[in-house]
């Protein structure tokens, strides 16, 4: 099943080494990233990052790697940050 990824946190910090490495892994998965006028990186969510996801396997390895998600019928989004 084909998925869009999303992720909750969208502004990651160019000073904290932490976020210098999430980053560095979310762009292996396709996000790409703008500066904001601040210097931080903004997901540039016109580029739309989609995910396969064909087993409970494939899930839970995910969620492995990647910590909690938020899964609809059509989106997985990492939950690594604020959501309303």
């Known amino acids: 099943m084909k998925l869009r990824l999303r992720t909750t946190n969208t502004l990651f910090n160019k ?8 980053v560095e892994r979310l ?3 396709g996000f790409e990233f703008e500066t904001d006028k601040w210097g931080s990186w903004t997901i540039n969510d016109d580029k ?3 995910i396969e996801i ?14 909690d998600v938020i899964l609809n019928e059509d989106t997985i989004q990492i939950y690594d940050g604020y959501n309303e």
């Open 15 to 22: 000073e904290i080494s932490s976020e210098i490495n999430y």
């Open 27 to 29: 762009k292996k998965l």
């Open 48 to 50: 739309k990052v989609f």
């Open 54 to 67: 064909n087993s409970f396997k494939d899930l839970t390895d995910f969620i492995k790697e990647w910590g």
